[in-house]
């Protein structure tokens, strides 16, 4: 069962070729059995596992469940989850537990999905690699020496290492599509404001976004379903109908104009990974797409962007957590001065440190408009850029990521290297853009993925494109050497 994805699980619930209680037990065994060797899943729920399974087959029984009904999913461990651990992948938050469910969360609940636990993640979603875990780092099902990707590592490791069929996740510079492409699974960032961030622990929160993890471009829809939803205790959350993403995933391409960007094929790629997204490509064409160059001239400014704007947001951001409400506390702290400084050098990991001190200097005076401000403005110039370009094709491909997944180690002396992991996919979170990466091909045995990019809520199309290719490509099916 195991091997199945999202739609072939729904089809075999509602034709009671297995139950909710059963397909539970096998993926709560999984775990058991397998996530020591993988460290994907931080918390397990398995007995509210089981029961929300047996809630799930009395619903089934009726005839009129939702989709997801009786499906067993992960939550990353950034979701506030009611009466279950939240951790933010932190020693800050190791104790903290919420009286209360994030919308994701409450969605899945509401539509019968089963929870099975909690992923691991970077610490507070900083990071591209999940090194930096109070947890430990989360292992790549592909290649155990290597990363997974990050920050939702977790949640795409489980899906490599089928340990779940489906996982949500968060995207603030490509924390959803970097792991995707790095274990060889789907993930889509929706557009921002197109799922609720209530109850999802903020990192930057004009960029935070979240979203869908899961084997297929199909399952991917399925689970936005799900996911999508105005929710008005979101002030972000944005008031616009949600189609059924699954409704055109059998579109033809023809005649679909693809943009190619010049600078997402320069000095940095990956030659193996080059020739795989240009095969890829190249399969879209003889569907009948166009494949139509252009540029993105903002694009190179992306990253240095991003590493003001998204900093400045998490100083401001993570300043409440200062040992006083909740969280973790030094202990005997001398006096209120000793307390905020230990709590929060002795609570934070040394990747969270270094973005809030460096958020908090862009932001002190005589630095603001120097930093901040123009950061801002160059975020307007990469907004047009992508609105230039959308005014003459349909989507925007390439890569996802420079490489496969590297080896543990080999980026943690050098900040700015793990920061260029997301080249290609942070300019989606300034501009608000959804994207998506699906995998193309294997390099170096290990997969990397086609990054498809679309214009405002069209995440549909996005959706579509990635189910066609993968009906006349498998690199979908291809599973790690290990897993069974």
């Known amino acids: 069962m195991h091997n199945y994805t999202i739609a072939e699980l729904i089809k075999g619930l509602q034709n009671n070729e297995f139950s909710s209680v059963e397909l539970t037990q096998h993926f709560l065994d999984r775990i058991s059995q397998l996530n020591d060797d993988y460290n994907a899943i931080i918390t397990v729920t398995g007995e509210q596992a089981l029961n929300a399974a047996t809630l799930a087959d009395q619903r089934l029984s009726l005839g009129d469940a939702p989709a997801m009904c009786g499906v067993p ?60 875990s109070f947890y430990g780092p989360v292992k790549n099902p592909w290649a155990t020496d290597s990363v997974p990707g990050g920050s939702s590592g ?107 960007p010049k600078e997402y094929f320069s000095e940095g790629l990956h030659p193996g990974t080059e020739v795989a997204v240009r095969k890829a490509l190249a399969d879209l064409e003889a569907q009948g797409a166009e494949l139509v160059e252009i540029s993105l001239p903002n694009s190179e400014l992306s990253v240095p962007a991003y590493y003001v704007i998204a900093p400045a947001e998490a100083s401001a ?54 930093y901040y401000g123009k950061a801002q403005q160059v975020r307007q110039l990469i907004q047009q ?18 490489s496969p997944a590297f080896k543990f180690g080999a980026k943690g002396d050098d900040p700015v290297a793990m920061y260029l992991e997301d080249i290609y996919t942070i300019a989606t979170n300034l501009a608000g853009l959804p994207g ?38 498998n690199w979908h099916q291809q599973t790690p050497e290990a897993i069974s």
Request: charged share 20%; with cysteine.
């Open 73 to 132: 999913i992960l939550h990353k461990d950034i979701f506030c989850t009611d009466g279950v651990r939240t951790s933010c992948g932190s020693k800050m938050l190791d104790n903290f537990i919420p009286p209360y469910n994030a919308t994701v969360v409450e969605n899945f609940a509401r539509d019968g999905a089963v929870m099975l636990g909690k992923t691991n993640m970077d610490e507070f979603a900083m990071g591209s690699s999940n090194e930096t």
């Open 385 to 402: 850029d992508f609105s230039d370009a959308f005014k003459s094709v349909d989507l925007i491909m390439g890569p996802t990521c420079p």
């Open 317 to 370: 951001n993570l300043s409440r957590f200062d040992g006083v409400k909740y969280g973790y506390r030094c202990e005997n702290p001398k006096d209120l001065q000793d307390m905020y400084c230990r709590s929060r050098t002795e609570g934070f990991g040394e990747e969270v440190q270094r973005r809030i001190l460096i958020g908090t200097y862009c932001l002190s005076a005589g630095y603001y408009d120097a």
């Open 154 to 260: 977790g949640s795409a490791a489980a899906i490599a290492a089928r340990l779940a069929p489906g996982a949500t996740a968060t995207d603030t510079g490509g924390s959803i599509r970097q792991p995707a492409a790095l274990c060889g699974i789907s993930g889509l960032k929706p557009t921002y404001g197109r799922v609720s961030r209530w109850g999802m622990i903020a990192f930057a929160s004009s960029l935070d976004q979240a979203g869908p993890m899961a084997r297929t471009a199909e399952d991917c829809a399925i689970l936005l379903n799900c996911m999508a939803s105005f929710d008005e205790k979101d002030s972000t959350s944005v008031d616009k109908n949600v189609p059924d993403y699954t409704a055109s995933l059998g579109n033809s391409v023809k005649g679909l104009k693809i943009g190619i």
């Open 436 to 473: 998506m990466s699906v995998p193309c091909g294997i390099v170096e045995d290990k997969p990397v993925g086609l990054q498809i990019i679309g214009n405002y809520f069209d995440e549909a199309r996005i959706l579509n494109v990635a189910h066609q290719f993968q009906q006349i490509t």
